[in-house]
């Protein structure tokens, strides 16, 4: 098998295993803590495979982050493809970082992203005025190391 047979394979894969982590029921008082887990896959593939995965696939991502999690059709995209800029102008400095400086740069990326989804949820009509979503930024930070192995391995098993 060709290198980037094997690279998409394991890119649907870490997408595949991201959403159904998306899709898993949590007790009602840890929602606020969701990772986001679409968003940390995506920013792993943009930190590994700049080349490959960019806009576009945080276009696609974006629109099943909005299916999956069934608000209007363009939220996530448009927090995603920002987020996903922000990640590629970036991404030289952020993969010299150790891992826990990366964890903080996650935090603040996955804040932007969640304060850019509130910002239009909110000019849409949704009340949700409170700071909940920098638990689930926060939780994103504290797995990030965690999907930074995860998909390592997943990418080497698949050579």
Known sequence: MTQSRVSWVAVALSFAAAAVLELLAMPQMLLAFRPEWMVLTLIYWLL???ERIGLFSAFIVGAIMDVLSGTYLGIHIIACC???Y???TMHQR????????????IFFII??????VMTIRGALGAVDNNMSYLG???????V??????FTDRLVFALR
């Open 48 to 50: 590994r495979h700049p």
């Open 82 to 84: 920002i987020v996903s």
């Open 86 to 88: 922000l990640v590629l």
């Open 94 to 105: 952020l993969k010299m970082f150790p891992v826990l400086q990366q964890s903080l740069v």
């Open 111 to 116: 804040g932007i992203l969640l304060m850019i």
């Open 136 to 142: 689930a930024a926060l939780s994103s930070a504290l």
């Open 144 to 149: 990030w190391p965690f999907v930074l192995i």
